[in-house]
């Protein structure tokens, strides 16, 4: 269920192991290939598509970097990576990521169902679980071997689980972020971290010709608050550096997200497992929310090829505990990466004199700057 990164690469993974999958998208194919989300993959993450015959474009196309730039106080500091980790980060856009994915998939003549509706799952605590939907205007049936929830945080898989079997963990931030992506070339090489008085600041990159960047506002905030000029007169205040300056230009696409941290535990019950954001969510400072989701169905492939072959569940019973740790170690970095860089209430006071030692820590020691960097460019996924 669902046809973004975690279910079109969980079918892939299962094709090329010979079991038989059906993938089932609510959205269009237009819609699913052209919405903007996360950039940023992780080391591990080109490999795994590199290994698995996904990494062509990916690797001709990707903008490769080894390291990232903190601004404070009107100065820079950067964060080798690669220098400290031995690993880099590549940024390369989800919905190309997703192109790559269903060209896969229609080029193995795998079953591809967009613009589906009214989908039910029933009995997941039996060996054969089933899939009722509308598609085309007709009623389908699916009996299953097994259910995989690929469809979101908003996506009804999750409900599929009885009351009772899942616990929530959820923490909201006090800040939203307002997002553009603009029709001009970068400003850097490298993407910026910039905390400042007025609020943070992203520079991200999408393409030698479009720039991704990103204002801290409050939750709730309103898009029509925000004409094109506003926008980029805070985000000059806010990225300012000394012999430096931002460009400007037409903007594409504009947006307010809020900043949660969502997990529930396990990620699975009876024969449904769920995974990427249908599991958990993280907040977009740390660019962990794709490499998880990555993470998550490599496992769940895996488990689910080793059943086929044994008929042992061992891996199956323990792909939540693997998967988990890793989330729950991605939010523990997103939380510590968004409260060292965001204005925090109280940021005149005590937790913004914190910040600044940490700020501080991060960029004046190779310790505080290893850490982030390792965290960062996130565990070799054999790291368990």
Not at 61 to 80: F, K, Q, T
Not at 114 to 139: C, K, M, N, Y
Not at 329 to 356: C, K, T, V, Y
Request: net charge negative; glycine share 10%.
């Amino acid at each position: 269920m669902g046809g973004g990164p975690a279910g079109l690469l969980l079918s892939h993974l299962l094709q090329r192991e010979g079991i038989e999958s059906v993938v089932l998208e609510a959205r269009s194919r237009e819609h699913v290939e052209q919405r903007v989300r996360a950039g940023v993959l992780e080391q591990a993450t080109v490999e795994l598509l590199s290994e698995v015959g996904l990494g062509e474009r990916l690797r001709k196309e990707a903008l490769v970097h080894h390291g990232i730039e903190l601004r404070w106080d009107g100065a820079s500091h950067r964060i080798p990576l690669s220098d400290l980790t031995g690993r880099s980060i590549f940024i390369y856009g989800q919905q190309e990521v997703v192109k790559d994915l269903i060209d896969a998939r229609l080029a193995a003549a795998g079953p591809l169902y967009f613009e589906v509706s009214d989908i039910r799952i029933a009995g997941v605590e039996s060996t054969q679980p089933t899939l009722r939907f509308r598609h085309a205007g007709e009623e389908h049936e699916l009996v299953c071997d097994f259910v995989a929830g690929c469809d979101g945080s908003h996506g009804t898989s999750r409900d599929a689980i009885p009351a009772g079997a899942l616990r929530v963990y959820r923490h909201d931030y006090p800040f939203a972020w307002l997002g553009i992506l603009a029709d001009v070339p970068p400003s850097t090489e490298e993407l910026v971290y910039a905390a400042h008085e007025r609020g943070f600041a992203l520079h991200s990159l999408r393409s030698p010709r479009i720039s991704r960047l990103y204002l801290q506002v409050e939750p709730g905030a309103d898009v029509a608050d925000w004409p094109d000029d506003r926008v980029w007169q805070e985000l000059a205040t806010r990225l300012a550096r000394d012999g430096w300056t931002l460009r400007d230009g037409p903007v594409l696409e504009k947006n307010v997200a809020a900043m949660r941290s969502f997990v529930v535990e396990p990620m699975q019950h009876g024969r449904l497992f769920l995974a990427g954001d249908a599991a958990h969510v993280v907040p977009a400072t740390g660019a962990k929310g794709l490499n998880l989701a990555v993470h998550d169905v490599k496992v769940l492939a895996a488990a689910l090829a080793r059943f086929y072959r044994t008929s042992s569940t061992r891996l199956l019973d323990a792909y939540s505990a693997v998967c988990l740790k890793r989330a729950w170690r991605a939010q523990e970095f997103s939380l510590w990466m968004g409260s060292m860089l965001h204005r925090l209430p109280d940021g005149d006071g005590f937790i913004g004199r914190l910040q600044r030692a940490q700020l501080a820590y991060v960029c004046g020691s190779e310790a505080g700057a290893r850490a982030l960097a390792e965290n960062y460019v996130g565990l070799p996924h054999d790291a368990e």
